[in-house]
Structures are given as structure tokens and as C-alpha cells.
């Protein structure tokens, strides 16, 4: 089995305070587990030709760290990748803001990626390219002579062909997925979705009824790869941080009260403001509840240069005031609002205290941390998950109570329906989310995803470049 060599635009090395988010640690833990090659840049800009990877090794895997050219950086990544395609794959076209300066820059550095990463390839190698900021990468590694089975996963939602066919170029978006050999999504509906636009882009026929995609003397596998987290880890890291001295420290101030935690990147798309407007409406709606409950949302800032990241910042700041201010008492605050990262084994013995986890995205691909809180539970007295219908993770754990997030009188009645939840169907609905999460969870993930790159063969000598059909 030759080498993997994971793909991200941004590369954490591993420090023990970072915070690494959803897609870091699904490629660590593939990484950890087989060793190899992890490529991508590492957070310098340059105003000259970036120069040759810089290569570190920690506990079996190499970090191969590349700069950018700073005049292209904003617009390929606060640009390009989030003010364009996030938005988009999200479903927020109102979020968009296209143009063709930003596209070059995407397209720019994806070659100097490309270009980089060639001169450390073997010929054995499986490349598994992670992510939106890289959908060109494929393409470029051909074009460059690469033959070496290549692999795409996404782990946002991939729009379906009416929302997608809003980019401008969104048919070189589709016809450079269709140059890898294995293209993998999060739930059934972004590959549903994925095919919509491969029908609409070359035609019905392209679809083969095994579920592989044909174009010209090209074949490809698209199929669902749903990101698990690492179970055993994470119960030890949640069992262990729960007698730590700040997770007791946090369970002591609340003085006996029930704790709701949120975590997320602060983010547009994890709905944080419909959030603190439910439980605003659950306090008003629900006032036996005053006083008795505390709602801990941790949110550290991410992506601070796009605009639309400091206007959600703004909004959710006036809501947690208004909240506070309209609730609170000499000895209680309902909304603990913290704009801060703690290591990941912190995080898990907070979800572990919590009595319900509100995890109501917008829209996401996933959300691993929704997967997280139930893991982290204790199994004889586990807390009650409040999940979003709109994030990838629904599909799988459909023992929490599932809500529209839009809908706020749903959102606050599910937090009292789990707030009272008698402990036998909490139980129940526990052992039921950790038997799918047990059989699907991260080694699970690398190994379906890495064996589907196995199957691939004679690489590149089937592909050819497709024509233009839209
Ligand atoms: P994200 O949008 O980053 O990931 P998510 O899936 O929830 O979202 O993953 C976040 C990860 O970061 C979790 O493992 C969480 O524990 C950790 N984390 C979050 N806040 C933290 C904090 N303050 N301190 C420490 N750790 C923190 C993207 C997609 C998701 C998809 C993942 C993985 O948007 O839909 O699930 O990739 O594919």
C-alpha cells in the first residue's frame, strides 16, 4: 500500500493549544493513522516566488509547509474561497460577492500548489485532496504529468445545480471534480446534488447505473463518505477532562443550574443568531426556567477579514447583551458568550457537563461537534442533543430531538422537551446515535475514503481533457 498524501489549503502543526477545526481533524487522524505526507500552506505570505516546501516530522507524519504570494492571498482565500464559494455551497447566495480578480487568484494558487507538491511525489502514492479552497488542485497535478490515484473529499455541502449554475464558471467547477478519480461528499444529498449538475453539464448518460460517472474514456467514483469522530478518543479525552480543574471550576459556577452548550466557529452558517433569539423566546415562553439554566456558547472568531464575519460578530454580540440584559440577576447570567479556543480535551469535558447540546447550523456539511457531544456523554446519565435538520450529521444521529433552526418556537420547545427528558429515553436515545457513531467514526472514514483510492486504476492514462458541453 503506497504512501497517503493529504491535501488542505491550511496545515496545523500539531500545538498543544490549537484548535484545530473540522476538516484538521479528520485529516489527522487519517494521517496519524498510516503515516504519510501532509501538504498545504503554512500561514506565511511572501512578496516574492514562494519558495520550496519546508518540511517538519511529528510522531509519523511529514508536514510539508508552502508560502503564497501575498498579493494573491486575499483574494484567493478571504476571496475566492470564502466571500464565493462558501457562501454559495452554503446556500447563502445573498453572502456572494464574485469576481474575476478573486477567481484568477483561486486558480493562481492552485497551480503554485500543484507545482510544488510534484517534486515530492512518489510513484506509489494515493493523494487525497481536502476541501473547497482546492477543487482545481486535481486538473493542475494532471496536467503537470501526474498519474497517481487522486482523490477529492468535500466537507461542506456541494449546492444543487440550480443554486451552483449562479457562479459564473461553474462548469470548469464541475468538469475539474470530474478529473479525479474518487470525489466524495458528507450525506446522500450532496452527491444527489453532484449529479444534478453532472446531468445538467454532460448529459443523463454520463451517470452509470453502478453509481460511477463516465465522461469520454474517464470514470469516476462520487459517493457519500459521511466524517466520523474518533470515539474511543474522545470519551477518554471528555471522562479525564471532567475532573480537571476548569471544567470544575465552570460546573461550580453554575451553582447547580443545567447547563445548554454551544460550540462553533463563529460563523454565518451555524445560526447562532436564531439560536440566542430561541432561547431568548425559551426564557420568555418558559419563565420557571429563569434562573435555573445556563447557556454556555463557545465561539472563537474565525475568518476575522470577510465582512460578513464581522457583521454576524456584531449582531450576535447585541443579542447576548439583549438577552443578558433583559434576563439576568445579581448571581446569573442565562448567556455565556465566549469569543474563545480551549484544546480540544477541555472542549469534550465541557460537553460531557452539559445537559443539553444546541448544535442548530444553517447549514453544514457535518458538524463534528454535534457527533462530539454525544460521544463525550456519560452512558448512565447522558444530556440530550438539539440538532438542526440542516446539518450533514442529522442523517446519521437521529436519536436527538431534530430541529428547523429558522423555526424558534420548535428551537425553544425542544430545549424544554430535553431539559425534562426522563432518564430512560435519554438512554435510549444515547445507545441508539452511539452504535452508528461507533460503526462510522473516523477510522472508518479514512478507511473507506484511502481503500476507494486503492481500487483506482492505471490513474491518469484514462483521462483526457473534456471538452466544453455548456
Ligand atoms: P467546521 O465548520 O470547522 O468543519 P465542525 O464539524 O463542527 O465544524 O468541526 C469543528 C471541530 O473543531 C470540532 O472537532 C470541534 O471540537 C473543534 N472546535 C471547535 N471549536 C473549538 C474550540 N473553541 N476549541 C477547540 N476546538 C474547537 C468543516 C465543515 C463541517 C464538517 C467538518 C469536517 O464545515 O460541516 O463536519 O469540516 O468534515
Redesign the pocket.
Known amino acids: 500500500m503506497g504512501r497517503l498524501v493529504c491535501v488542505s489549503n491550511r496545515i496545523s502543526l500539531p500545538r498543544k493549544s490549537?484548535?484545530?477545526?473540522?476538516?484538521?481533524?479528520?485529516i489527522l487522524s487519517a494521517l496519524k493513522r498510516t503515516g504519510g505526507l501532509w501538504f498545504g500552506w503554512g500561514g506565511e505570505t511572501v512578496d516574492h516566488e514562494p519558495g520550496e516546501p519546508d518540511l517538519h516530522i511529528r510522531e509519523g507524519v511529514t508536514y510539508a509547509t508552502i508560502e503564497l504570494r501575498a498579493s494573491e492571498f486575499d483574494n484567493y482565500y478571504n476571496g475566492y474561497s470564502n466571500d464565493v464559494l462558501w457562501p454559495l455551497f452554503h446556500y447563502f447566495l445573498k453572502g456572494m460577492h464574485y469576481s474575476v480578480e478573486q477567481r484568477d487568484a483561486y486558480e493562481s494558487v492552485n497551480r503554485t500548489f500543484a507545482q510544488k507538491l510534484v517534486p515530492l511525489l512518489t510513484p506509489d502514492d494515493r493523494i487525497w485532496v481536502h476541501?473547497y479552497h482546492l477543487i482545481p488542485l486535481g486538473r493542475r497535478l494532471r496536467e503537470l504529468g501526474v498519474r497517481q490515484p487522486l482523490g477529492f473529499?468535500l466537507?461542506?455541502?456541494f449546492p444543487n445545480i440550480e443554486m451552483l449554475r449562479v457562479l459564473p464558471c461553474y462548469a470548469e467547477l464541475l468538469r475539474d471534480l470530474t478529473s479525479y478519480d474518487v470525489v466524495g461528499f458528507?450525506t446522500e444529498n450532496d452527491l444527489q446534488a453532484f449529479h444534478s449538475g453532472i446531468e445538467h453539464l454532460f448529459g443523463a448518460e454520463a451517470l452509470k447505473p453502478d453509481g460511477r460517472i463516465r465522461i469520454g474514456d474517464h470514470v469516476l467514483r462520487a459517493d457519500v463518505f459521511p466524517?466520523g469522530?474518533d470515539v474511543a478518543s474522545v470519551q477518554r479525552e471528555a471522562a479525564e477532562a471532567i475532573s480537571t480543574e476548569v471544567v470544575r471550576r465552570m460546573v461550580d459556577s453554575l451553582m447547580g443550574r443545567s447547563l445548554m452548550i454551544g460550540?462553533?466557529?463563529l460563523?454565518y452558517?451555524?445560526g447562532l443568531v436564531e439560536r440566542f433569539v430561541a432561547y431568548e423566546s425559551f426564557l420568555e415562553t418558559y419563565p420557571e426556567n429563569i434562573g435555573r439554566i445556563t447557556y454556555l456558547q463557545?465561539?472563537?472568531l474565525?475568518r476575522t477579514d470577510v465582512r460578513a464575519y464581522a457583521e454576524i460578530r456584531q449582531s450576535l454580540e447585541q443579542a447576548a447583551g439583549r438577552t443578558n440584559g433583559r434576563f439576568a440577576d445579581t448571581d446569573w447570567t442565562p448567556i455565556r458568550y465566549?469569543n474563545?479556543?480551549?484544546?480540544?480535551a477541555?472542549?469534550?469535558g465541557f460537553l460531557r457537563a452539559a445537559k443539553v447540546g444546541l448544535?442548530t447550523?444553517l447549514r453544514?456539511?457535518?458538524?463534528?461537534?454535534?457527533?462530539?457531544f454525544v460521544v463525550s456523554q456519560d452512558p448512565q446519565d447522558p444530556g440530550v442533543l438539539i440538532l438542526s435538520t440542516l446539518?450533514?450529521?442529522a442523517r446519521e444521529l437521529t436519536g436527538a430531538l431534530l430541529v428547523n433552526p429558522y423555526d424558534t418556537r420548535a428551537v425553544s420547545h425542544a430545549m424544554r422537551a430535553a431539559l425534562e427528558m426522563p432518564l430512560p429515553e435519554r438512554r435510549e436515545r444515547y445507545n441508539a446515535m452511539m452504535q452508528v457513531l461507533k460503526r462510522n467514526d473516523i477510522n472508518a472514514w479514512t478507511r473507506r475514503f484511502t481503500e476507494a483510492l486503492e481500487h483506482v486504476q492505471g490513474g491518469s492514462s484514462r483521462v483526457r481533457v473534456l471538452g466544453t458541453t455548456a
Open positions: 490549537a484548535a484545530p477545526g473540522g476538516l484538521a481533524v479528520g476541501d473529499f466537507h461542506i455541502p458528507q466524517i469522530v460550540v462553533d466557529r460563523d452558517s451555524k463557545i465561539a472563537p474565525s465566549l474563545r479556543n480551549f484544546p480540544h477541555t472542549l469534550m448544535i447550523p453544514d456539511g457535518m458538524n463534528l461537534v454535534a457527533k462530539e446539518a450533514g450529521a
